[in-house]
């Protein structure tokens, strides 16, 4: 059974840091993997996506990477803002087909402070 | 992208009725999905809602208590039957859509229930 782990819970830091939000998953047999963000009481809006032969993809401030072998994926947040405050969450698409089932970690809370 | 628009935002109801949820998409699309937000937890697939046919659920998630219609490619609704307090949850719809990567999936903005 897939499970997708995030670490950490919950991060504060100060503006203007970069910073690692990681995510682990047992089964390496996954068709892609995706980060969102969730602002409180929001829908999710998709930040990045990396499809399972990709190592990484980049997006403004945003660099996720993905080492399939090891079921780990990072999310580097650089020149981090008070608007990057939300929760982070990251979900893989389970599976060698095209299933369209995302399971999800539980999400990493993060705080940036002016 | 899809853009995706859910009715209602938000509710609160009465143990024991019924809320239909609405999700619509402004692109066709083949992979529609319903998932379930618990209060203080992540998201779990209830469903993926396939055109012209029944609902595939997922483990713990039934027909009867989940009914699910899909009657067009960028149309569909999640019932939520026979409400009791443990179904407060934020309902989202999503889609797989061809985005930045093959099937990338997008989010609607979610329907906050309350049940009382």
């Known amino acids: 059974k897939q499970e997708v782990t995030q670490i950490p819970a919950a991060l504060s830091v100060p503006e203007g840091e970069n910073l690692v939000l990681n995510c682990s998953f047992t089964?390496?047999?996954?068709?892609?993997l995706q980060w969102f963000r969730q602002d409180p009481g929001k829908g999710l809006t998709s930040l990045l996506l990396i499809q399972s032969s990709q190592r990484e993809q980049t997006s403004g401030r945003l660099n996720a990477s993905l080492d399939k072998s090891s079921g780990r994926s990072t999310l580097y947040i650089a020149a981090s803002q008070p608007g990057d405050s939300a929760t982070y969450l990251c979900?893989?698409?389970?599976?060698?087909?095209?299933?369209?089932?995302?399971?999800f970690g539980q999400g990493t809370t993060l705080q940036v402070k002016p | 992208s899809a853009v995706i628009s859910q009715k209602p935002s938000r509710d609160i109801c009465q143990r024991g009725t019924s809320l239909t949820i609405q999700c619509q998409v402004d692109?066709?699309?083949?992979?529609m999905f319903w998932y379930r937000q618990q209060p203080g937890q992540s998201l779990t697939l209830i469903a993926t809602?396939?055109?012209?046919?029944?609902?595939?659920?997922e483990s713990g998630f039934v027909i009867d208590k989940f009914p699910i219609s899909r009657p067009n490619l960028t149309f569909s609704t999640l019932t939520v039957s026979n409400m009791s307090p443990e179904d407060s949850s934020i309902y989202l719809c999503?889609?797989?859509?061809?985005?930045?990567?093959?099937?990338?999936?997008?989010f609607g903005p979610g329907t906050r229930l309350t049940v009382l």
């Open positions: 999503s889609v797989a859509h061809r985005g930045r990567g093959y099937n990338e999936q997008f």
């Open positions: 979900a893989v698409h389970h599976g060698s087909g095209n299933t369209g089932k995302l399971i």
């Open positions: 809602a396939n055109q012209g046919s029944e609902a595939t659920y």
């Open positions: 692109s066709q699309v083949t992979m």
């Open positions: 089964d390496s047999a996954i068709y892609n």
